[in-house]
T-cell receptor
Framework: GNSVTQMEGPVTLSEEAFLTINCTYT??????LFWYVQYPGEGLQLLLK?????DKGSNKGFEATYRKETTSFHLEKGSVQVSDSAVYFC?????????????FGTGTLLAVQP | DAGVTQSPTHLIKTRGQQVTLRCSPK?????VSWYQQALGQGPQFIFQ???????QRGNFPDRFSGHQFPNYSSELNVNALLLGDSALYLC?????????????FGEGSWLTVV
């Protein structure tokens, strides 16, 4: 079946450090891939997305590239800030499905220290 | 432009009771999905509504039901509440059901069952 696997958290970084959160997926066909962010006590916000192989999604200094050969969509940011502390979810929607339901990973907690 | 709005934001119910949660999709969106997010977990798909019909259901019992109105707003009903139904319930909307469409989430309704 379709699934998403994320690296275990929490990830603790100092401000201005480089961030990578790994995400790999299993899916039939050509899924669309998403990163959502959830700040404490809030709902989910779309961070970025990519809908086909080799696409790069980017937003607010974050970026991720859709790698079909490695079935990965790793999230990166060159210099994190304290305000980036949140839970990050990788997700996919299956191409050609009856709906665009999202399948999420378990989330990765990022804590950025000053 | 109002995003996805949900009500109520917090509620406490007793085991065996029934609850109704409400959602207004982002302006112009016609597709509404509901997700359950237990503490420390990723969101799980409950069901999706399009053209006032349930189009797909996740692995949830019949105690979970929903409705979509002609103005695209939606309700989630849960009967015979169990302690395990305590979670954040998220509503999401999109324009259509294509896998690459951007999906927006509301802030969620926090349900506590005691």
């Amino acid at each position: 079946g379709n699934s998403v696997t994320q690296m275990e958290g929490p990830v603790t970084l100092s401000e201005e450090a480089f961030l990578t959160i790994n995400c790999t997926y299993t899916a039939t066909g050509y899924p669309s891939l998403f990163w959502y962010v959830q700040y404490p006590g809030e709902g989910l916000q779309l961070l970025l997305k990519a809908t086909k192989a080799d696409d790069k999604g980017s937003n607010k200094g974050f970026e991720a590239t859709y790698r079909k050969e490695t079935t990965s969509f790793h999230l990166e940011k060159g210099s994190v800030q304290v305000s980036d502390s949140a839970v990050y979810f990788c997700a996919l929607t299956r191409y050609g499905g009856a709906t665009n339901k999202l399948i999420f990973g378990t989330g990765t907690l990022l804590a950025v220290q000053p | 432009d109002a995003g996805v709005t949900q009500s109520p934001t917090h509620l406490i119910k007793t085991r065996g009771q029934q609850v109704t949660l409400r959602c207004s999709p982002k302006s112009g969106h016609d597709t509404v999905s509901w997700y359950q997010q237990a503490l420390g977990q990723g969101p799980q798909f409950i069901f999706q509504y399009y053209e006032e019909e349930e189009r797909q259901r996740g692995n949830f019992p019949d105690r979970f039901s929903g409705h979509q109105f002609p103005n695209y707003s939606s309700e989630l009903n849960v009967n015979a509440l169990l302690l395990g139904d305590s979670a954040l319930y998220l509503c999401a909307s999109s324009l259509g059901r294509d896998s690459g469409n951007t999906i927006y989430f509301g802030e969620g309704s926090w349900l506590t069952v005691v």
